[in-house]
Structures are given as C-alpha cells and as structure tokens.
C-alpha cells in the first residue's frame, strides 16, 4: 500500500506565527506532490504544489519544500491568520501517463491559529 | 458557478439500501475521479474516468459499488446494499487534459444506518 505519513495530526499557532506541516512518503515513483486546503463543509482545495525537481516553490505566504533524498516535503504557511485554520492534506501520485491516476493522500493536519 | 456540483449534499438510508450519487464535473473537463472520505482521515481513491471510459480502480473498492460516465459529462456512484461501514463523505473531482490540478466538489454526505 502506497503511503504518505503526516504530521502534527494537529496544530495551534498563535496569528502572525509561521505554520509547519510534513510529509513522508516511501515511493520513489511519485512525481507530484500537492498540498490541499479543506474547510468544513467542504471539498479540498489545491493550496500549492511541487515536483522533485526543485527544492522550494513559494507562493505568497505559502512555501513547500521538498528533500528528494529524504523522501519527505513540507508546507510553511507565515504570517498565519485565523482565516488559515483549515485542515491541510499533503498528496502524492506518479508521473500522468505512468498508468495510475491517483492521488495518495496523508491523514491531515488540523490547523487552529488563534487571535 | 462552474465548479464541481455533487447532489445529494446528505444521503441517509438504511442498511441494505442502494443509494445512487451524482457528480457534474466542470464542463470542460475530461477527467472525473472519485475519492471517499472518513472522519479524521484523508480521501481515498475510488476510480477515475478519462471521458466516458472508466481506466482505475481501487484494488479496495468492493464490488458493490458501481460507477458510471455514460456521455463523458456527469457521473453517477451507486453502492449496492449499503453496509454502516460505508458511511463516508464521496467526493467527486475533475481535471482537464494532462493538468494534475483537481478541482472538487462538495461531497455526498452518506450515513447508514
């Protein structure tokens, strides 16, 4: 079973504090690494996303980075707001054309940035 | 709105029913997945479509469940004689072309009981 291993399973930051999510993951064939944004009630939205071949994407508060040799990724939101607290879902799948079109998906972080 | 539109929002029904979902993905989109979500975790692939053609599955998926593409345009889900373990939130999400960008909807709610 193809997985990908997340952590905090929860976590509280103070406003204007930087947020810090990670990821593992054990196949090496995985190609896309996305970070989603989930709000109650909601489905999950694609917040930023990443390939192997880069270290770092950066999108305005939002940065993944990412250690191929590691196997593992990250997501650092800064000057968090309370407007942030969401659950976040990290993701992984193969190359498009590889044969699989699925997206493996961690357990979430529940993210609460309090005033 | 254009995004991925998902009826029924909540489906209760009792053990041994069917139930029947329906998705309409983004219209120009030519990929349609399927992902089911539990409490406290995240989702989990079902199937997915490339127009009207139905190319994974999930090795998970039990037979009971069924999915449809018939035009290339809406899909529907149905579970055969629904179990309480199948009570989950289904989501629907669609792409366009080699764009691994998923756009989702809200989800079905589905509780048995």
């Known amino acids: 079973q193809q997985q990908v291993k997340q952590s905090p399973q929860s976590l509280i930051v103070q406003k204007g504090g930087i947020s810090i999510i990670n990821c593992a993951y054990e196949n090496t064939a995985f190609d896309y690494f996305p970070w989603y944004q989930q709000f109650p009630g909601k489905g999950p939205a694609l917040l930023i996303a990443i390939r192997p071949d880069v270290s770092e994407k950066k999108e305005g508060r939002f940065t993944i980075s990412f250690n191929k040799s590691a196997k593992q990724f990250s997501l650092h939101i800064m000057d968090s707001q309370p407007g942030d607290s969401a659950t976040y879902f990290c993701a992984a799948s193969p190359p498009v054309g590889a044969g699989s079109y699925q997206l493996t998906f961690g357990k979430g972080t529940k993210l609460s940035v309090i005033p | 709105d254009t995004g991925v539109s998902q009826d029924p929002r909540h489906k209760i029904t009792k053990r041994g029913q069917n139930v029947t979902f329906r998705c309409d993905p983004i219209?120009?989109?030519?990929?349609l997945y399927w992902y089911r979500q539990t409490l406290g975790q995240g989702p989990e692939f079902l199937t997915y479509?490339?127009?009207?053609?139905?190319?994974?599955k999930s090795r998970l998926l039990s037979d009971r469940f069924s999915a449809e593409r018939p035009k290339g345009s809406f899909s529907t889900l149905e579970i055969q004689r629904t179990e309480q373990g199948d009570s989950a939130m289904y989501l629907c999400?669609?792409?366009?072309?080699?764009?691994?960008?998923?756009?989702f909807g809200s989800g079905t709610q589905l509780s048995v009981l």
């Open positions: 999400a669609s792409s366009l072309g080699s764009d691994e960008k998923l756009f």
């Open positions: 219209s120009e989109h030519n990929r």
């Open positions: 479509f490339q127009n009207e053609a139905q190319l994974e």
